[in-house]
């Protein structure tokens, strides 16, 4: 079966411009995760979702990151006004249930570079 | 605040040989979970092995196993027989055992396997 992708896998944007990343999880898979990854980092925790509610956020940087998972499946996380620091490899993950237990399968990653 | 620690940026391994990973965490909860993950140069992460606290029994999986030292709060990864479709970026991980919405990263290893 089809594993969680992302989209796009590459973007540059101009500082100020706005981007919109894309995350297809399993289908069936209940909760949804995005991170933050630095170059040479561990993935950061952003945002969580249990089927189409947004249970957790604490970890967007700021009120220009907004994520959104409108019908329970796909999801996207939008970045207004682009900054220098928003460069890194944003990772989409997915796991069938809620528990801490369960398997995290992750997508490829969006590299989102900002000049 | 959970925190995971890896205090090993980088570690080589002669092809066949054993190489172990170390991973430190700090927690106050008594239930959660205990992953590693593997993220080659493509950047999906896939999950290695998981050990659940609660277990006194080290968690195996092929050449790979962990030694578990909850009261050290220990968690590392030994890899037998090291291949070089081993060789990957490996990240420690905490997860609460309730929810799976603070799943917390360390930094991360980034292994070298000499042929």
């Known amino acids: 079966g089809a594993g969680v992708s992302q989209s796009p896998r590459y973007k540059v944007a101009k500082r100020g411009q706005d981007v919109a990343l894309r995350c297809d999880p399993i289908s069936g898979h209940v909760s949804l995760f995005w991170y933050q990854q630095a170059l040479g980092q561990g993935p950061e925790f952003l945002t969580y979702?249990?089927?189409?509610?947004?249970?957790?956020k604490s970890g967007l940087p700021s009120d220009r990151f907004f994520a959104e998972r409108p019908e329970g499946s796909v999801s996207t996380l939008k970045i207004q006004r682009t900054q220098q620091e928003d460069s890194a490899v944003y990772l989409c993950a997915s796991s069938l249930g809620v528990a801490g237990v369960e398997t995290q399968y992750f997508g490829p990653g969006t590299r989102l570079l900002v000049l | 605040a959970q925190t995971v620690t890896q205090s090993q940026p980088e570690m080589s391994v002669q092809e066949a040989e054993t190489v172990t990973l170390s991973c430190t965490y700090d927690t106050s909860e008594s239930d959660y979970y205990l992953f590693w993950y593997k993220q080659p140069p493509s950047r999906q992460m896939i999950l290695v092995i998981r050990?659940?606290?609660?277990?006194?029994q080290n968690a195996t999986e092929n050449r790979f196993s962990v030694n578990f030292q909850k009261a050290a709060k220990s968690f590392s990864l030994k890899i037998s027989d090291s291949q070089l479709g081993d060789a990957a970026m490996y990240f420690c991980?905490?997860?609460?055992?309730?929810?799976?919405?603070?799943?917390?990263f360390g930094a991360g290893t980034r292994l070298t396997v000499k042929p």
């Open positions: 050990q659940e606290a609660y277990k006194q």
């Open positions: 979702f249990q089927n189409e509610a947004q249970l957790d």
């Open positions: 991980a905490y997860s609460f055992a309730y929810n799976n919405n603070d799943m917390r």
